[in-house]
């Protein structure tokens, strides 16, 4: 991998490289909740009370683990590999932003050349893959910043790299309110982004409040796709 992208410069930095899936297909018929659990310091906490509106909701949601976030709540982790309603995806070895060239997202260094980027996917990869015993389908990095041979990098991989329309509850800093207000106005083919590691927060309470405005007026929450296009 280090070899075949060597000395590829990147042209693009942001949150919609070319190939990152930012909308369900055009024949989706709902919307696709997901939720990062993004570990470390500060981030290894567990919003039980989220989980526990999707299940109450019978609501599908694809859930993207960090590594460290693994590492902390592995009896959780392997609970929620075994429930169907929840698709386990990659969000990365260490929650870095995906760079070929050291750019930083959010005051968080990424990675610096596509042996690093190929690190920060396939070593939660591995790990996830032994988790849920197949491969993870999605990957998003962290802070969900990529340039664009990163984002090559990964679909050469077999990897869908998976961005967002809504941003629900903007890294768990939202109120309630706010969040309830941003999934709620989701509607078919959008990909709602929110938190799942800050237990207290906004998100939980907000979450409970759209998916009951959502249910009332009809709107169907789908897990991703088997066969994504990018």
């Given at each position: 991998m280090t070899a075949t992208y060597a000395g590829r410069a990147a042209t693009y930095w942001g949150l919609e490289a070319p190939g990152v899936l930012t909308r369900l297909p055009s024949t989706a018929a709902g919307v696709a909740l997901t939720f990062d659990f993004c570990g470390g310091v500060n981030g290894n906490g567990a919003d039980l009370a989220?989980?526990?509106d999707l299940r109450q909701y019978q609501v599908p949601a694809t859930l993207f683990l960090n590594s460290r976030w693994i590492t902390a709540n592995q009896s959780l982790a392997k609970d929620l590999a075994g429930d169907p309603l929840f698709e386990l995806a990659n969000h990365g070895t260490s929650h870095r932003p995906l760079s070929v060239s050291g750019r930083s997202a959010y005051?968080?260094?990424?990675?610096?050349?596509?042996?690093e980027v190929y690190d920060e996917i396939m070593t939660n990869d591995a790990r996830l893959t032994d988790l849920t015993g197949q491969r993870p389908r999605y990957?998003?990095?962290?802070?969900?910043?990529l340039d664009n041979v990163s984002a090559e990098i990964v679909?050469?991989?077999g990897l869908v790299p998976v961005g967002f329309t809504i941003n629900g509850d903007a890294g768990a800093t939202f109120p309630a309110a706010t969040v309830a207000r941003n999934i709620s106005q989701a509607r078919a083919g959008d990909i709602v982004i929110a938190h799942g590691n800050h237990p207290g927060g906004g998100t939980s309470p907000g979450l409970a409040r759209a998916l009951a405005v959502m249910k009332g007026g009809g709107e169907i929450?789908?897990?991703?796709?088997?066969?994504?296009s990018t």
């Open positions: 989220l989980l526990a005051g968080i260094p990424g990675t610096r050349n596509a042996g990957f998003r990095p962290g802070t969900a910043y679909l050469s991989l929450v789908l897990p991703f796709p088997r066969n994504s």
